[in-house]
């Protein structure tokens, strides 16, 4: 039976009696799904906030949030179907991360990381654990990888439905293989944005660290200042929105070490090191 789409959650495919963003898609109720949680309106506004919530929803086994609502009897699976999305396969292609290599003198390879754009090795799932083997995977690196920094890279499954492959999903670690013998680790950041399909990997990979780190200066930053800079990191614009927290902090914001880190990593990676240089002065908290 085909459900009218008004009425189905965009994250998790649920069907509420009420439209979530009203009959005509543009008037969202503000409710809350009572299947995977997620805001109408908020964390749903655009494809990729949709992709996220849904993969860490997803990450978190998938259950029915609200317990005062009664469940709709359908697995997560035949929801999602409704969206022609399905739980086991959708999040294991155009996958946003972050690669780094061991160095010879740690196991890794003999020749160095690898030179070539592409990168084809088997992985398994470190966490969250899997215990099912080793799959294939295809690795996009945006530049030329060294042995002791992480490189962004867009990550694909080549077998869809590969055992221990549905758990490569935003958050997850993997050990990467070549033969019997780990070469690297790999963290997946989330989903790529469809919508910015032009944008090089680095400017994905920039956005999906930026939209990850407004959860950490939530503390920090003006709310209202967070969500411009969530809205621009789904639009791919990872160097506005980075300007925008930035001009949110000055050499006095209380950051801790890693924070720190992680903002002036990304400024650097896209040549922005002007905009974060007074970051390197920043009193540090931990």
Known sequence: ?????????RVCGYFSEEPPWGLDGCCPTYAYC??????????DSLPTSADRFRANWLQRGGIWEDRAVPPDGLTT??????????????PITGLDGEIIFHPRSAGGRRSGPPT???????????APATGRGTFSIRVHLAHFPSATQRTPCTVSVLVPGAPGSEAVIAGAQLLVYEGPHVVGQLRILGSADETNAHASGIV?????????????LGGILDPAVLRDVADLADHAEP???????????D??????VALRSRLLTVGRAMGLDETVAFLGDARTEG
């Open 34 to 43: 009572p299947c995977c949680g997620v805001e109408w309106g908020y964390q």
């Open 204 to 216: 994905r990979w920039a956005s999906a660290e930026i939209a990850s780190l407004c959860v950490e």
């Open 251 to 256: 050499a006095s914001s209380p950051l801790d």
């Open 239 to 249: 160097g506005i929105a980075l300007g925008l927290i930035c001009d949110g902090l």
């Open 77 to 90: 699976n035949e929801r999602l179907h409704r969206l022609g999305i399905h739980a086991e396969k959708a």
């Open 1 to 9: 039976m085909n459900l009218p789409s008004a009425h189905l959650c």
């Open 116 to 126: 070539a754009e592409d990168y084809f090795p088997t992985a398994t799932v470190l």
